[in-house]
């Protein structure tokens, strides 16, 4: 039985590196009609790339849809909006396609999967003592809290480079760059896995110890969903000049997740060359904090200077950044910087608390399906 769960918005897709997608026009559809539609591949972290009639789309929803899937749609509605509702899913295999990539949930993309596995195996190997445990594992747990936040501690200003490092996401330019030194440097490959998270989860699967205990199937879905970040990435940096990183953020009870959009993309402010070195760099960042409520923070900084807009959920949450600008500009400041605008506005909590900087990266065209599933 399907259950009322979410609508998702289609659009005309860039994202595909086999065949290019047609983008003239979503499919002429008519009214009551039934249509099918076939899974292409997942992107994460609330995008699936679809096909129906003919035309690859870009499907956005809250639940994962696997390659492979074949899904009948009902048209409920033309306009304003062209509207279909979800009738019948069936799982089917895509030839051609494989599992390149695999849906997945945004809660943690893609670190939870290994967070789930590397937090109950510390527990129960705790009593035994680490000088029992296999190596590999208490090298992950060890890595991902080196690249995680703890925000009861002063942040390491060159945290950022350390997380990129350590995370997995340039594993396979770590390994290019090696063999590109030659045989002599063949002995620095267990080297260059101690530091980074891909490197040691894909060594974890032919470590006969590290396998006993790990779950063969959770860490092929880590892999799994980190390329599906690195594929957005890759297409996201030459389409737009875009980056989306996923930042755990380690509490005393568990982990959160932050989400980091970098926009390398921007003209200067006299509009000239992007290639300018002095072009304008944009960031957001998205936080869901415990007391705090959703946080979104967009910057810009052309040169030197700094405009800062905080999005919160709640007047007493904007109270205490209003309270607390001074001291933001004095930090920034000890940076070099300096601060031109600082804002902070409300926003509708539930609208907020759903925000995808990913939906930057997979940029909507003007036409746009909604699908009740």
């Known amino acids: 039985m399907l259950h009322n769960l979410d609508y998702i918005v289609l659009s005309p897709s860039k994202l595909d590196p086999g065949k290019k997608a047609d983008n003239r026009a979503i499919p002429?559809?008519?009214?009551?009609?039934?249509?099918?539609g076939r899974i292409i591949k997942s992107i994460p972290p609330y995008h699936s790339l679809l096909?129906?009639?003919?035309?690859?789309?870009?499907?956005?929803?809250?639940?994962?849809l696997r390659p492979g899937d074949v899904v009948f749609f009902?048209?409920?509605?033309?306009?304003p909006e062209c509207i279909l509702k979800l009738v019948e899913l069936r799982h089917e295999s895509l030839a051609g396609v494989g599992d390149l990539l695999k849906g997945s949930a945004f809660q943690g993309f893609p670190y939870n999967a290994l967070i789930d596995i590397l937090s109950v195996l510390t527990v129960s190997l705790k009593d035994s003592g680490p000088e029992k445990s296999p190596h590999i594992l208490m090298?992950?747990?060890?890595?991902?809290?080196?690249?995680?936040?703890?925000?009861?501690?002063?942040?390491?200003?060159?945290?950022?480079?350390?997380?990129?490092?350590?995370?997995?996401?340039?594993?396979?330019?770590k390994l290019k760059s090696l063999l590109l030194l030659g045989l002599e440097s063949r002995n620095q490959g267990a080297a260059l896995t101690?530091?980074?998270?891909?490197?040691?989860?894909?060594?974890?699967?032919?470590?006969?110890?590290?396998?006993?205990?790990?779950?063969?199937?959770g860490?092929?879905?880590?892999?799994?969903?980190?390329?599906?970040?690195?594929l957005l990435n890759l297409s996201g940096l030459e389409e737009k000049g875009k980056?989306?990183?996923?930042?755990?953020?380690?509490?005393?009870?568990?982990?959160?997740?932050?989400?980091?959009?970098?926009?390398?993309s921007g003209r200067r402010e006299d509009g000239e060359d992007k290639k300018d070195q002095n072009r304008v760099v944009n960031l957001s960042l998205f936080l869901?904090?415990?007391?705090?409520?959703?946080?979104?923070?967009?910057?810009s900084v052309f040169q030197q200077v700094i405009k800062i807009g905080f999005c919160v959920c709640n007047e007493k949450t904007q109270s205490l950044f209003n309270n607390h600008t001074g001291h933001l500009v004095k930090q920034i400041e000890r940076h070099g910087f300096s601060v031109q605008q600082i804002k902070c506005r409300l926003e509708e909590r539930g609208h907020l608390a759903e925000t995808s900087l990913v939906d930057a990266i997979l940029d909507p065209e003007e036409h746009y399906i909604s699908i009740v599933i």
């Open 139 to 173: 090298r992950m747990w060890a890595l991902l809290g080196r690249i995680s936040l703890h925000p009861d501690k002063a942040l390491d200003p060159g945290f950022l480079k350390s997380f990129i490092d350590g995370s997995g996401m340039i594993w396979e330019h």
């Open 74 to 79: 009902k048209v409920e509605q033309l306009a």
């Open 194 to 217: 101690e530091h980074d998270l891909k490197g040691l989860a894909l060594r974890s699967l032919a470590d006969a110890g590290a396998i006993k205990l790990l779950s063969g199937k």
């Open 243 to 264: 980056l989306l990183f996923v930042i755990p953020m380690q509490w005393d009870d568990g982990f959160s997740f932050a989400q980091l959009l970098i926009d390398i």
């Open 51 to 64: 096909l129906i009639k003919g035309k690859q789309l870009v499907a956005r929803t809250r639940v994962p």
């Open 219 to 230: 860490v092929g879905r880590f892999i799994d969903a980190l390329e599906q970040l690195q």
């Open 28 to 36: 002429l559809l008519k009214r009551h009609e039934v249509v099918e």
């Open 288 to 299: 869901d904090m415990s007391s705090l409520g959703p946080v979104l923070v967009d910057a």
